[in-house]
């Protein structure tokens, strides 16, 4: 039996990497952002303090940064899944729009059922939608007959389009004028609220899924499966591990992770479907997942990181008189940063 030392060093050993890695990143690109400031004759230095000051400095700032970090867990994770047998998930914005459809569906439908049924039932169709639609791409990968790379990337726009269609279609609330959405959700169909915050059951959501991929990949046989598909897929197959299962597999808890995201969207934020629904949350876990290395605790330091920055973009709105796209540009910095790092070495190890 490992000793609880033991145990303490394997947990540095798998978390630390990947949130330092992280932190590192960030910073850097931050260094970067600094001097694009500088350029366009801004104050980076009191960005930077009113950035961190109106997020971290009060309870209302801090708790809508943890709003926004719930769909960047879940996503960021629907990434780093299958990326322990290097399957690369670009997909996760269109998992989550699927996610949202079929929550959305089922708020609509069964809308008269008490809380304590209503809400595990859209639970599980979120996470339905959006591991149907990434399973769909893992099986098109392990038949050999599409790389999931690029399945996953193009069937984000073909879920945009399906949840327009609904919005704009059958689904779309006659009272709203012509603005597209879906009608209300009931009250039985909402995500609970912490302590009158918008911080919602979705950020338990994200933190238990965290801590099953910890568990998995470092306490079970599945994990160790894996892990010895990551390292040599050949050595694998000839051992007897069902490759093609696991690819399947991962893609499909991938994209159900990416769904939950927009379950509690749609649930928790919005109490409706809109075709607006992601800003991009899909493509941020993205970058996430490889900012932090695959790491659970980095990914959870990433999320916390980019909401910070994320919503310090309406903040400079207004302290500083710069667009607030500008956010989009740091998420560019700390995207070229993160590639230059990785040297090219591929996806999440």
């Known amino acids: 039996m490992n000793s609880p030392s033991g145990g303490l060093r394997a947990l540095r050993k798998i978390y630390s990497p990947g949130a330092l890695r992280a932190f590192v990143l960030l910073l850097l690109a931050l260094a970067a952002f600094a001097l694009v400031l500088l350029i366009f004759g801004k104050n980076p230095i009191k960005a930077y303090i ?21 769909p960047l867990i879940l996503t960021a994770l629907a990434v780093a899944v299958p990326s322990r047998i290097w399957l690369i998930n670009v997909g996760g914005e269109g998992q989550l729009y699927l996610g949202a459809l079929l929550a959305t569906w089922g708020a609509l439908t069964f809308g008269s059922l008490p809380t304590w049924l209503l809400i595990p039932l859209i639970t599980v169709l979120g ?7 990434g399973g769909l791409c893992g099986y098109l990968r392990a038949r050999g007959w599409v790389s999931e790379t690029i399945s996953t990337l193009l069937m984000n726009y073909v879920a945009i389009l399906l949840v327009s269609f609904f919005v704009f279609g ?16 009931s009250e039985a169909a909402v995500l609970p609220a912490f302590f009158g915050t918008r911080v919602h059951v979705g950020l338990v959501i994200g933190l238990t899924a965290m801590i099953l991929f910890f568990f998995v990949l470092s306490r079970t046989r599945w994990g160790l499966e894996m892990r010895a598909i990551g390292v040599n897929t050949e050595a694998a197959r000839r051992n007897g591990i069902p490759i093609n299962r696991y690819i399947i597999l991962l893609l499909f808890i991938g994209g159900g992770l990416a769904g939950l995201a927009g379950m509690s969207e749609v649930s928790a934020i919005q109490g409706r479907l809109r075709p607006s629904l992601s800003p991009g949350f899909g493509y941020t876990g993205f970058l996430i997942s490889w900012m932090a290395g695959g790491s659970p605790l980095g990914i959870l330091a990433a999320a916390f990181l ?4 994320t919503a310090g973009g309406d903040i400079l709105q207004m302290t500083q008189a710069i667009p607030g796209a500008v956010v989009n540009i740091l998420m560019a910095l700390i995207l070229f940063v993160v590639l230059a790092r990785r040297g090219g070495k591929g996806a999440v190890k």
Do not use: C, H, R
């Not at 779309?172 to 209300?184: F, G, I, L, R, V």
């Open 50 to 70: 009113d950035i961190f000051g109106n997020t971290l400095g009060s309870g209302y700032g801090l708790s809508e940064t943890l709003v926004k970090m719930i």
């Open 170 to 185: 059958p689904w779309k609330d006659t009272e709203s004028a012509n603005y597209p959405q879906t009608p209300e959700f």
């Open 127 to 133: 996470f339905l939608g959006g591991g149907l639609w």
């Open 306 to 309: 980019l909401s910070v920055v």
